[in-house]
């Protein structure tokens, strides 16, 4: 995958080229995360605003969780190995607890996202 975005300009389009190779298709949802959480970092290290029906510190909550969200994602294959170290047997308590914790943590920072997509800009 390679993706170019130039500058935005007063009276010209933006230029933007994307290509995508066949292998970043077969697990789209790591190959995007790659991209997604070093954005979120970006953005939320701006910080020039929130939604204005946010507070600011309400906004960066949800940005930190849509943040370990994709860390996670593009630093893991699935919720086993971001808990590898508490994971000597799959099937002990702290194991599956660490688990369930990060899957679930991951699900609420996924929703987040699709629900502020539109207000990720500065």
């Known amino acids: 995958m390679k993706v170019e975005i130039g500058p935005y300009r007063d009276n010209e389009a933006q230029e933007v080229k994307v290509h ?13 995360s790659l991209i997604i959480h070093p954005v979120l970092v ?8 929130h939604p204005a ?6 906004w960066n909550d949800i940005l930190d969780k849509m943040i370990y969200a994709f860390e996670v994602k593009s630093k893991s294959f699935d919720s086993f ?3 590898e170290a508490l994971c ?3 099937y002990s308590e702290p194991c ?5 914790e990060t ?11 699709g629900k502020y997509y539109g207000d990720l800009w500065w």
């Open 20 to 32: 995508i190779d066949d292998w970043d298709v077969y697990s789209v949802d790591y190959s995007l």
């Open 42 to 49: 970006k953005l939320r290290n701006i910080n020039k605003g």
């Open 53 to 58: 029906r946010l507070t600011e510190q309400e």
């Open 81 to 83: 190995d971001a808990c």
């Open 88 to 90: 000597d047997d799959l």
């Open 96 to 100: 599956k607890k660490c688990m369930d």
């Open 103 to 113: 899957e679930e943590k991951m699900k609420q920072g996924f929703e987040l996202f």
